[in-house]
Every structure is written in C-alpha cells, then in structure tokens.
C-alpha cells in the first residue's frame, strides 16, 4: 500500500518559472490537501479538497493552482515562481470519515532563485 | 482566525527525562485535537483528542485534552533519542476536516 506520493523530491526553480507538484494517493480517500511548511514552522494550508471536482482555497493560496479531476490526484500548480515560495511541500489525505488523522506524502523541497 | 500555539518552541534533555509539551488554541467548529511526531521527513499521526479529559497513552507517551481551557498537552516519559522530532499539535474542525498547526515543538534528546 503506497498511500500518499509525491513527486519531486526536490526541485531547483528559477525566478519566473512554472512547475506543477504531484500527488496520488491509493487509499480512495475524499478529503486531500496541499501544505507548506517554512523553516521552523508547522504546517500552511494552500488548497484542499473534499472530492473530485471540488477545491478551495486555504490560508495561503497566492501563486498557487489546483486542480482534482480523480479521487487518486490532486496537483498543485506554481506559477510565475518567487523566492518567498522556496519551502517544503506537503500533500496529504484524509477518509472524510469519522477519523481525522491525515496521511502525508514525503514532501517536495522547492527551492526558488 | 483559527489559531493554535505551541511551547516551548524547542526543547533539549537527556535520555530518561520526562516532557511536556504545550498546545492551546482557537478553533471555530472545533472536531478534535490531534499530534503528529515529524522526523526529518513527513509527520506521522501519534493521538487524537475529541473529549475533554480523556486521557491517551500508547507506551510512554500520554495526552490530555481540555476542552474548557481548550489546551492539550502531551508527556513523554523516560525520553529516548528516538524520540528526538518536531511535535506539532492541529487542531481539526467540522469544516472539510481543515487542521490548523502550531508551529511545533522540537525536542532534543541527548544520550
């Protein structure tokens, strides 16, 4: 059972560039979410969504894009890439059931210069 | 806003020391209070909190949860290295099972 994936591990962006972080999840779960975590921080939440077909935005969501066309993905899109983006990139995943526990992904370390 | 505050923001003791560790917050909706320990890479759920003063354990770690002070705090007793992490405390509400994180605690055990 491989749960939450994401791709890349890490990238290198250029100021101006587009990217778009991967995200599959295996375990038919509803509600999925992208996070941010800055150094010596918790967690941001950008966008998330409760099924497919549906997202809104989070705390964060400036500079973001998202889109659920599957249960299974939910990428998240950086346009127009800016320092203030450079971060580790959460993907994680929930039943929407009676148990709230979410599963994350390993993360994507995005550094932007 | 929803908020969540943790502390002490880090934390170093040695092997065989007990900690405690600190979570207050505001939630609109709130559901349940949860922990996750956070390894260099993804965190990792430990416990979920829904009623006041129930109290859960698993190993030497234990949680409390105060819905009228609305704090929880998590002890870990006769500290390992391996517990060495990030601690983060979310706070989930009703509204699409959204958490809200506090910053973390990062404890530090010396051998």
């Known amino acids: 059972n491989a749960g939450v994936t994401q791709t890349p591990k890490f990238r290198i962006l250029k100021i101006g560039q587009s990217m778009t972080l991967q995200c599959t999840q295996d375990?038919?779960?509803?509600?999925m979410y992208w996070y941010r975590q800055d150094p010596g921080m918790g967690l941001k939440l950008i966008y998330y969504?409760?099924?497919?077909?549906?997202?809104d935005k989070g705390e964060v969501p400036n500079g973001y894009n998202v889109s659920r066309s599957t249960t299974e993905d939910f990428p998240l899109r950086l346009e127009l890439a800016a320092p203030s983006q450079t971060s580790v990139y959460f993907c994680?995943?929930?039943?929407?059931?009676?148990?709230?526990?979410?599963?994350f992904g390993q993360g994507t370390r995005l550094t932007v210069v | 806003e929803d908020k969540v505050v943790q502390s002490p923001l880090s934390l170093v003791v040695h092997e065989g020391d007990t900690v405690t560790l600190n979570c207050s917050y505001e939630?609109?909706?709130?559901?349940?209070l949860l922990w996750y320990k956070q390894e260099k890479k993804a965190p990792t759920f430990l416990f979920m909190l829904?009623?006041?003063?129930i109290e859960k354990k698993s190993g030497r770690l234990s949680s409390i949860l105060d819905k009228k002070e609305l704090f929880s705090i998590l002890n870990i007793t006769a500290t390992q290295t391996g517990d060495s992490a990030i601690y983060l405390c979310?706070?989930?509400?009703?509204?699409?099972?959204?958490?809200?994180f506090g910053d973390g605690t990062t404890l530090t055990v010396k051998p």
């Open positions: 969504s409760v099924g497919a077909g549906i997202t």
């Open positions: 994680a995943s929930k039943t929407g059931g009676g148990r709230p526990e979410a599963f």
């Open positions: 375990m038919n779960h509803n509600y």
């Open positions: 829904t009623s006041s003063g």
């Open positions: 979310a706070a989930d509400n009703t509204n699409a099972g959204k958490s809200t």
């Open positions: 939630v609109t909706n709130f559901r349940s």
